[in-house]
């Protein structure tokens, strides 16, 4: 009586299996592990971008109606052929924006070595009103006042322009996004010369 053949894997064929399987389960964690940053990192710069919003949305609104404007360091000339300030200019960490009763000081600080931008608003003979705005891993807050110089048929004239930067770092490799720089500029229609001045310390 003939005995029907067993039907099973071989040692060869089992062995070729299981490097199939294992090649195949990298693959899948690869392309998890990439669906995983990818979507870490949308969110680290999506959480950075709605705290940046903010502090530039309340700088817009303060500069709507303004008496004069200040920094800590000097102004940049910006002539007609040149189309970037550079990377050499000195930024500040303050600006100060004086309205008709108020002062209003933005300033980088830091406490517990957490950096974040306080607003500080003062109207005569009240006491100073401070919010602050935390944006995560940031390492600046940076104005520059540049005088940019247009050319029209009266001649000659120039133009101002806040220009305010928020530069986003960590060294820590769990978080995505390592450095990161938000940028907004604001042409208020009274930004001339005569308006601007300069802190003293």
């Known amino acids: 009586m003939n005995s029907s053949p067993r039907k099973a894997f071989t040692l060869v064929e089992a062995m070729m299996v299981t490097v199939i399987a294992v090649f195949v389960m990298m693959s899948m964690q690869g392309l998890f592990s990439h669906a995983v940053r990818s979507s870490l990192k949308g ?11 903010r502090i530039f949305s309340e700088l817009r609104k303060d500069l709507l109606e303004f008496k004069s404007l200040a920094t800590a360091v000097d102004s940049v000339e910006i002539p007609v052929d040149k189309w970037s300030i550079g990377d050499d200019i000195e930024f500040s960490t303050i600006l100060q924006i004086e309205r008709k009763n108020e002062v209003i000081v933005y300033s980088l600080c830091e406490e517990n070595g957490r950096k974040y931008v ?8 009240s006491p100073v009103k401070r919010v602050s705005f935390g944006v995560p ?21 120039k133009s101002g322009q806040i220009v305010v930067n928020l530069v986003i ?9 390592q450095k990161l720089s938000v ?9 001339q010369e005569t308006d601007w001045n300069y802190l003293v310390f």
Not at 43 to 53: H, K, Y
Not at 169 to 177: H, I, K, V
């Open 169 to 177: 770092q960590s060294d820590d490799p769990r978080f995505p996004t």
């Open 137 to 157: 891993r940031m390492k600046s807050f940076e104005v520059v006042y540049l005088k940019i110089e247009n050319n029209s048929l009266a001649g000659t004239e």
């Open 183 to 191: 940028s907004s500029s604001y042409f208020p229609e009274k930004l």
């Open 118 to 125: 306080e607003r500080a608003s003062q109207e005569p003979g």
């Open 43 to 53: 969110q680290d710069n999506l959480e950075t971008m709605r705290a940046a919003s």
